[in-house]
């Protein structure tokens, strides 16, 4: 039997999370990536496939994942989102992506 490694089963977990959840226009899904050096956050309407806010750590102003939520919440609550789905893309809810999702909570988004 092939042995897995992290990223493949991080795939396959995030595969059974997105069976569950779905971002519609009025409740966007707040997707999150991360790679070796930076986190990406992104609102997604999944009925029309459009990306309605994005950011990442590079963004002005963004030195912490803490930050990149409330980031993304500011510019969410400028277009008058308030209210996501959390998409953790397979990742543990720890650390960055916990961080991620206090910074969003505290700028304004419910999920």
Known sequence: MATRNKNT???ARHKRIRAKIFGT???????VFKSNKYIYAQLIDDEN??????????????KSAYNLGESLAK???D????????????????G???ELAKGAR???LIF
């Open 96 to 98: 960055k992506i916990l």
């Open 75 to 77: 510019k969410a609550t």
């Open 9 to 11: 089963k991080r795939i």
């Open 25 to 31: 226009s009025e409740r966007p899904r707040l997707s």
């Open 49 to 62: 496939g459009k990306t309605l806010v994005a950011s990442f750590v590079l963004d002005k102003g963004v």
């Open 79 to 94: 277009k008058k989102i308030k209210k996501v789905v959390f998409d953790r893309g397979g990742y543990k809810f720890h």
């Open 106 to 108: 505290e700028g304004g």
